[in-house]
Structures are given as C-alpha cells and as structure tokens.
C-alpha cells in the first residue's frame, strides 16, 4: 500500500450508535450452556425400537445396496446433498490473520449457524492442520463422499486460488472460496445499481482497489465480467499501485492487473476515479481522497470490522457520494451473508456439478434487481421501523430480507440448469414455492409418551377402520407395541385392504363390523338404557347403534376396549357426539380440546381449541387447570397466559373481565400455579416487553400454556401457527372425558393418528394424571 499516506489522527466519530461488543459476552456466548453453536439433530423419529433398527441396523442396509449400484442415490438416501462442508485451514482468519485451525473454528461454525438461519442448509466445518497446497487438496477432495457442496474459507493468498482452481478440476460438486467471490457478488449487485444512480455507463468508469488479497482480486475480475473495462482499473497493494513493469512483491495475480499508469500512490489513483474499492484495512481511505474523484464517486469501504473510511466521514466529503461498507450500522452493508447461502440452495437444489461464473452473475444480478422492489414492512420490523426504498442509501437488500432466498436461489438453479452443470431440473414454479415452505421448521416431542404408553399394552378401538391411514397407523402402533388396535368396519374388505398394504403386522388383529357382532343386541340395550329419556327410543337405539362411532364407544363404556380413537373422515362435532352421549365427561368437569404447539425450540399448550364455543370464567378456570396438569405430565412446569386483546385493564368490555375473572378462580384453587391475566400475546411471550412495563406480573417467564376467551380465537391461532407459521401440532387432546376417547382431525396424517393413539393408550392406564 502507499507509504505517504497517514490516516487521521482523530477522525470524526460517527453519528450512528456502534455496537459495542465486550469481550466478556462474546466469550460467554460462545461458552454458556451446549458449547459452542451448533448441533447435529435427527430429521428422523428415534423413539422407538423400530426406529433405531430403520436408521442403523438392519434397516440401514436396503439404502447401502442401493447407493452401492447408484452413487447418485446417495442424495436420496442420505442428507449429502443438503450438506456443505466449511473448510479452513486457518490461515487467513477474519482480520485475525494465521491463527491456526482450532482457533478458527468458532468462526466456521458461525459460518454454519448463516447457512443454517437464512438457507437452512447443514454444515459440517472442517478445520485442517494443512497449509501445504498438496495436502489441503488431497483432504478436500477425499470428502466428496460425503458432501453436496464445499465452502472454502479463510485460507490465505495465493495458495487460495491455486487450491479453488485444482479442486473446481477435480470434484463434481460446487467448490466456492466465499472470501473471493462472496463481496465481489455481493459488492457487484451494489456497484450496477449504484452506477444507475449515478447515470454512468459501466464500461466507461474508472476503478481503483485497494488491496490485492484474495477478496479485491476476485472482486475485480467480477467487476470485469460485469462490463468494467481492464484498462479502467488500477490496483494498489502495500507497495503501492501495481504497474506495468513493477517487480517488487510481484505474482502472477497480480501480474494481471499492472495498469499502464503515471500514479504511484493510493491518492494519486484516486484523483478522478469514478469508484474507490477498499478490500483492505482500516483508515486507508481519507476525505482527500475522496473529494478528489469524480462526480458522484462510488465509495465501497468493505475492510471489517472498521471501513477504509466512515460513512459518516466519506458523507461528509462528499455530498453526493454513493458509499457502502461491511457494517450493519451504516447504510448498503456488503455482507456476504446475502450471497453464499442463496447460491449453494440454488446449487445443491439442482445437484450443480460447480458454481460457473454465470450462476456468480445470476446471484449479483438477482439481487440488484430485489434493491428495487418495494421493501415489505417484515423487512422494517426487523430493523427497529426504518423504511427503505431504492435510493443512494438503499442499493442492496438488506441482509435480514427473507425475500432474498425466494429471489436469488432459484436465480443461481436456473444459471445452473442453463449452463448444463445441473444434474437435476426443477419447475421454478415449484421450487419457489419449496422455498417458501422451507422457512419454517418443527421437530418431534412424543418420545416420551411412547415410552410410556408401553408399559401396559392397551387397547384402542378405530371405528374408520376402513380406512388405509388408519390401518397404516395400527401397524406401527402394533409393532411397536403402543396399544393393541381394534379395527371397525366390514371385515373381509378390511383384510384385503392389509394385505395389499403388505402390513404383515396386522397379521391377527381383531377387525369386527358392528352389525355381524354377537355383541350388538346387547350394545343397543345398553344404548337405550343410557339415553332413552333423551327421546331416543329403542328403534333409533338400534339404528345408531349400526354407527360404528356408537359401537366404539359402547365398547369402551363397558369396558370390552380402553379408549377410542376417532374422527378422521368426518368434522369434530360429528366425531365427538356419541362419545360425550355414552362416554360423558367426568363428574363435574367439561370435555376440552389441548393442541400441543411444537415450534423449533419448544412446544406450547393452546386450550380450549374444539369444544366450548364460548366458556364462561368457571369453565375458563377449569381449562386452565387442566392444561396445566396436561404440561406437567409432559415435563413442562406450566406458565399459563389467560388471552386477551386487554392487558391487565388497559381496554374494557365482556372478554378481559371473563379472563380476570378466572384468573382469580385458578389462583384461588391452584396457588400453586404460576398464572396471570388478562394479558395480550405479546406481554405474555416476551420478557423484555413484560418486565419494563409490568414488573408486578406473577409470569416469572415466558407463558407456554395459552388459555384463550373463546373457541374462535383458540381454533383460529392454532391453526395460523401450523397452516402460516409452519408449527407442528399434536392433538386435539381430548380433556375431561370419562375415559380415554380422542377425536383426530379431519384428514390428518398417518403419523398424527399414532400420536394421538399414543396419547390415548397413555391415559388408558390410569396414570396419577387423567386427561
């Protein structure tokens, strides 16, 4: 770099509030609890015996075959093509420099915490004790097994491009060094829309760099690709500008760009220059530099985690300078968070053999054209209210826009499919709407149950069972040994059914069709009794009794069965009539249904979401003491919200006093529980809004249990959890009944119907706690 240059002594301090971070958080963040940041989690259920002999032995030879005829099949049966490797050898770490792999390994797994959060792609990262180029090669290129895709990081100049050009030869999947490519896309996308903003022609500007590492070199050769013309480009190292027939600290990346040039400093470059780019270290740009470009200079300060130059000092320069530095705190942050996510989804999703320079370009251009959409008002949310909108201060999306997957992935699929590098071809129709649904995700939390369920095998009647869910569902829940299935429905159609399912497992279990049952005269009589003044007489008995949501449930009234299981084919008031008119709720107690809300990180109770249209607060106190003892019984200590569009009397009217009302109720029978109300969503779920405002609340934490006012709001939050929010729901759990019944719902899965079997069979073991 050019030695007559001194930065200032005492730039001026910037205007917009800097982020503090102390040594002592960073530390504690990385060291607090699970160390460090990532985690290998099952995508598969491993609850059971069954699913442990799927997943390793025995099962686990039927996809070995298969890859073993196929490599290919190996991104069917394994996670290798959603999986990027993060590889370093530590040399060139952040502005840390050659540190060492172990001490470079936290930011390789930060590296893998961004791939996870905005592509939701998994990372293994790889910290290699190599600096040799043979042997960095020979271990990367070992690992293709393994991978989809490798992510090159932190590995010093030159023997970084020697080591990306090798592997990109040898492997047939994506190598990308992001420290090269991920600014220049990134930075490319912000240089064409800040050249329209300027009103210059691409091919026509003058652009000096500073810097001649890894990063400015990859930058400029993008910027080339792009429509800058060699000629238009000087580069500076810590030598000073390279030109033509310069020798010292000379190699041949360099070499390329020698310009044909008079200018021997940094600042004698600058003079005129249409774009500065700083890929280099802190305060090598001054306000000299800067009011001596030409009009409208474009600035990009890209050095982390201080710029070449502030934004506040470079603004103040130049009025109408177009700027752009690495920092979240300034205006147009270059981060390569925008870029190598999207462009390995868009890679592994096509199975691309490389990342070509026209899928780079595909990328940069994607995301200039987003910079110009209008920004939704989730993007301003997400930073603190600010509202963007394309302009000098607004020249690339945001790194927090979730509209960047949806923009640039399929973007980068298609260059790939274009270009022929892609293995497979995808409907972008489709695929967009993959995305979409990739954004959220839920794991599984019946473990438990399931171990719990086995210790007595009950029994469950089905009365679809008819239906092919249902007879799926009853195999695993047989061979599993949850509860022993009974079956409803005409017996010889039910055994074909089976056995052209091949559900071995069902080999004997008890199929009865209600109307050949010797039970069925006395099933009647017993219905009648029970019901005949209720204006059901013996005929209609008889009649109804032919229903085999009748049947069941006269099974489990006298006890032939444990509990009934029920509700797939038909709406839930259906489902639920002849259970509550045989079965009945318990003793003074209403029937209620709990969904069990399961996000990524936790699961929460949401009552009364299928029965009581519009509890009063007795019933409402009654909800809430049951969900409670409901998420005590899955080993959640319940903190319970009683909902409201009122927090502890900020608005009037009918509900919120309802939800005070039964506050008090519960805190009187159950003082034990940790309980408050009426209170909003919000107050409710987040501390840091809760205890600034309302620090008397008795939420010690953060609610998990949700009571809501009616059965509107409750039926309505649930299912916007699970249909918009991508939530997992278990349930409806059925409370309060007499013995153990669950109504499913309408349609659900296979997988749904086992849970809820479970759930069943587990109450059907008079446990302490009766659902």
Known sequence: MATDFTPPKNPPSSPVAKKKIRREDALAYHSSGRKGKIEVVPTKPCATARDLALAYSPGVAEPCLEIAKDPDLSYQYTARGNLVAVVSNGTAVLGLGDIGPAAGKPVMEGKGVLFKKFADIDVFDINIDAKEIEKVCTVVKALEPTFGGINLEDIKAPECFIIESRLKKEMQIPVFHDDQHGTAIIS??????????AGKKIDEVRVVVSGAGASAIACTKFYLALGVRRENVTMVDTKGVIYKGRTEGMNEWKSEFA???KA??????????????????KGMFDQAMVKSMAKDPIVFALANPDPEISYPDAKEARADVIMATGRSDYPNQVNNVLGFPYIFRGALDVRAKQITEEMKMAAARALAALAKEDVPDSVSRAYAGEKFRFGREYIIPKPLDPRVLLAVAPAVAQAAMDGGVARVKLDMGEYKDRLRKMQSRSHQVMGSIFTKA????????????????????????????????????PVDAIRRSIADQRLDDLDGVTIIDPMESPDFTKYVS??????????ITFEEARKRMRTRNYFGS????????????TGLTTGYAEAIRAPLEIIKTRTGRRAGGVYIVVTKHDFKFFADCTVTIDPNAEELAEIAITTSDLARYFEVTPRVAMLSYSTFGSAGGDSPRKMREATELVRQRRPDLEIDGEIQVDIATSAEVRVPEFPFSTLKEDANVFIFPNLDSANIAYQMLERVGGAEVIGP???????????????????????LAAIT??????????F
């Not at 759990?733 to 309408?746: A, T």
């Not at 069979?761 to 009766?770: C, E, I, S, T, V």
Request: positive net charge.
């Open 188 to 197: 490319g996308a912000a240089l064409l829309n800040a050249l329209e903003l």
């Open 733 to 755: 759990v059925l409370l309060g009944m007499h013995k153990p019944v669950n109504v499913l719902q309408m349609g659900c899965s296979v997988q749904a119907i086992v849970n």
């Open 526 to 535: 017993r219905f009648w009794e029970l019901r005949q003044r209720r204006g």
């Open 554 to 565: 006269v099974m489990v009234k006298e006890g032939a069965v444990d509990g009934l299981v």
């Open 264 to 281: 021997r400093t940094l600042a004698e470059a600058a003079k005129g220059a249409d774009v500065l780019l700083g890929c280099s270290v």
């Open 761 to 770: 069979a587990l109450r059907a073991q008079g446990d302490q706690f009766l």
């Open 454 to 489: 086995k210790k007595k095998l009950a029994k469950i009647v089905f009365p679809e069972g008819h239906h092919p869910k249902i007879q799926q569902a009853a195999e695993i829940l047989r061979e599993e040994a949850i509860c022993e299935p009974v079956l409803l429905g």
């Open 259 to 261: 310009a044909d040039t």
